[in-house]
């Protein structure tokens, strides 16, 4: 069904969350007394109600060093968002909506062991443990562009390697024509996933997928890193998926399996809204969501409270070097 293309609205409807307020209702719990261990009292009051997190209450993950390589053709002039932000401002609905609850509610998440398996319509299936995840391939540093559809976007430096070497490590039957990702399903470590206030309402496990073609592109990332060290795990540890062209929520986290198929699988967010949220989600600013429009977005970067930072959205997210994957499509048909 071709999507309706309502006139654009001002950013206000889901920019409600955006940085300036999360970091006013941070301060605002923080003259509360709910954030910092000086009210230890209040802080365990507001733990009790199980709605604050207390970041110095608790234990941060820790995070591990990695050896890598820097991709020069991935590096970049434009300011990277520091680690600071990239790490508390998050969507990870498994662990709560808000920006700041992946940050205060992943902490304890166990990521050793893991097991990902890469199955399917493939010659040699296999699974990597968690050593494996940092060891079976080189590992390079990438900074990419992150574009979230709710327009907001941020420049981050992930550690990985490349998905078409571990796909062509499972050989692939020609008749494998997409690639499907799972997240982890543990509910007693991720609230959201039968909790239907803290998960949004979401269906879990979180589930994405590819055409094959856009998984072997060059740039299709697989993640298990970020600012020179193992990622944490509001920002998908132990493994995540990364394609820069496409709106971040197609960048899965915590992956546990990888699945090559002859079917376009479902996905999550399609599944939840699919007049809003298409398979491709190829960054467009051409082509708005039904709510909101895509020409523009809030770049978060070193900036106060107030900046507001909006930059043009550019096609495919500037990785215009993708376009040949869709030439003769309709992308506002196939969105
Ligand atoms: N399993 C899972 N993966 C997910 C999400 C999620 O809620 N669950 N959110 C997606 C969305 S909407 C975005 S914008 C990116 C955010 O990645 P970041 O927190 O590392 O910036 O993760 C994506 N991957
Ligand atoms: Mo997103």
């Known amino acids: 069904m071709p999507r309706k293309f309502i006139p654009s609205?001002?950013?206000?409807?889901?920019?409600?969350?955006?940085?300036?307020?999360?970091?006013?209702?941070?301060?605002?719990?923080?003259s509360m007394g709910f954030l910092g261990a000086s009210s230890l009292l209040a802080a365990g009051n507001a733990n009790a109600l199980g709605w604050f997190g207390d970041d110095e209450e608790k234990k941060t993950f820790q995070r591990?060093?990695?050896?890598?390589?820097?991709?020069?053709?991935?590096?970049?002039?434009?300011?990277?968002?520091?680690?600071?932000?990239?790490?508390?401002?998050?969507?990870?609905?498994?662990?709560?909506?808000?920006?700041?609850?992946?940050a205060d509610n992943a902490q304890d998440f166990d990521v050793d062991p893991w097991s990902l398996k890469v199955e399917g319509l493939v010659e040699k299936p296999f699974t990597l443990s968690h050593d494996q995840l940092s060891k079976r391939f080189a590992?390079?540093?990438?900074?990419?562009?992150?574009?979230?559809?709710?327009?907001?976007?941020?420049v981050i430096p992930w550690i990985g390697f490349s998905l078409n070497d571990l796909i062509k490590q499972a050989a692939p039957l020609s008749s494998a024509k997409y690639v499907a990702f799972e997240t982890l399903y543990d509910p007693k470590q991720m609230p959201g996933q039968t909790n239907r206030f803290v998960g949004g309402g979401i269906d879990y496990p979180y589930v994405e997928g590819l055409r094959l073609d856009e998984a072997m592109h060059p740039l299709s990332f697989m993640a298990v890193g970020l600012y020179g060290k193992t990622l944490p795990p509001q920002n998908g540890a132990p493994i995540r998926l990364v394609v820069p062209w496409k709106y971040g929520f197609k960048s899965i986290k915590s992956i546990v399996k990888i699945r090559l198929t002859d079917k376009q699988p479902p996905t999550t967010w399609k599944n939840l809204a699919a007049q809003e949220y298409g398979f491709y989600a190829n960054v467009n600013p051409r082509v708005d969501h039904p709510r909101w429009s895509q020409a523009s977005e809030r770049r978060i970067t070193t900036?106060?409270?107030?900046?507001?930072?909006?930059?043009?959205?550019?096609?495919?997210?500037?990785?215009?070097e993708v376009a040949s994957l869709y030439r003769g499509m309709d992308l506002s048909r196939f969105y």
């Open 9 to 30: 609205v001002k950013l206000t409807d889901n920019d409600v969350t955006d940085e300036a307020v999360y970091k006013q209702r941070r301060t605002l719990l923080k």
């Open 303 to 320: 900036g106060g409270l107030l900046s507001r930072n909006r930059i043009p959205t550019k096609m495919f997210n500037g990785y215009e």
């Open 139 to 154: 590992l390079e540093e990438r900074i990419y562009r992150l574009r979230c559809v709710e327009a907001w976007s941020m």
């Open 64 to 102: 591990k060093a990695l050896e890598f390589s820097k991709a020069e053709k991935f590096s970049t002039k434009e300011t990277l968002t520091p680690y600071e932000k990239v790490s508390a401002y998050n969507n990870f609905y498994e662990f709560g909506t808000g920006k700041d609850d992946p």
